[in-house]
């Protein structure tokens, strides 16, 4: 199975980080010295892919700039002889092939990804939610992908969360046959503490085929008129068509506010100019 193409959603408004996000997109936040999108998009061009399809809208043009060059910028740096902060901002500008679609009213993720129809058209490809941010020794992405290649069938993400938190997740009902892969039979939107059949919960990465497509076409608006990606999910499982990776390493969901946090401190303390400097003042901050 080979797949270049990675569909990143964007277009949605950030609700759950406002005031921040009234008038700057929540993916273009900085988490220590890049905004979060950035961050994605690495983790895509690690793991192979190489062009990324932003699902955007009107008001988030910023995003695609991000990836672009600043030609003013770029000048005042060389004239002041800021070459290794040059080498970095050209860097991102030449990081990846991008390519945008609008998506014109936001109707859930499901629709996202349909808006990507054109654009993949018979192609595999790769979906990640640009608002999960994933660390770890191997790509998260990359660790679908891997899966994708062996077995020739759709594959998504799942992290094991506490009890108490499966009602805020998509969960899978699924048999493991080997360590950390499971054969999906079902998926329950938010479920109850009662009612999930496991902690698996569905994160931000999706390694999926063309056939998405025909079952998006089915499925039905819900609340707010949304198209959910999970309800096409479930037609793939029920044919037995859909996989699921147990995804090694470190996540943070950028929506919510301690992890975002979090995620800052976590990176500020692997930088040895500051990591230092930073755990003494956290200590001070903390109570005895």
């Keep these: 199975m080979q797949v270049s193409k990675v569909v990143i959603p964007v277009a949605g408004w950030g609700t759950r980080s406002l005031p921040a996000t009234k008038n700057i997109p929540k993916e273009m936040l900085p988490v220590y010295k890049k905004p979060i999108i950035q961050y994605v998009v690495e983790e895509a061009i690690n793991s192979g892919l190489s062009d ?41 500008a030449e990081m990846v092939n991008i390519i945008s679609v609008r998506q014109k009213v936001q109707l859930g993720l499901g629709h996202a990804v349909l808006c990507a129809r054109e654009v993949v058209k018979n192609d595999n490809f790769a979906v990640m939610v640009g608002d999960d941010l994933m660390f770890g020794a191997e790509p998260g992405i990359r660790q679908l992908i891997e899966v994708a290649r062996t077995e020739n069938m759709p594959v ?24 950390g892969l499971y054969r999906v039979k079902n998926l329950i939107e938010k479920p109850s503490v009662s009612k999930a059949p496991s902690r698996l919960a569905v994160v931000g990465r999706y390694l999926l085929t063309p056939e998405i497509f025909e079952h998006l076409d089915k499925v039905q608006p819900g609340v707010g008129g949304e198209i959910q ?27 919510d506010w301690v992890d975002y946090l979090t995620a800052n401190i976590y990176f500020a303390l692997h930088d040895e100019d500051l990591h230092d400097d930073l755990r003494q003042r956290i200590h001070e901050l903390l109570p005895c």
């Design 52 to 92: 990324v399809v932003f699902i955007n809208n009107q008001n988030k043009k910023i995003i695609e700039d991000h990836f672009d060059h600043n030609l003013i910028l770029e000048s005042v740096l060389e004239r002041t002889g800021k070459l290794e902060l040059l080498r970095e901002i050209r860097e991102v």
């Design 156 to 179: 998504i993400g799942v992290m094991e969360v506490p009890q108490v938190k499966v009602s805020n997740y998509g969960i899978i009902d699924g048999e493991e046959y080997a360590p």
């Design 229 to 255: 990606l999970t309800d096409a999910l479930q037609g793939l499982a029920r044919n037995n068509r859909l996989l699921a990776v147990k995804i090694r390493g470190q996540r943070f969901d950028a929506g």
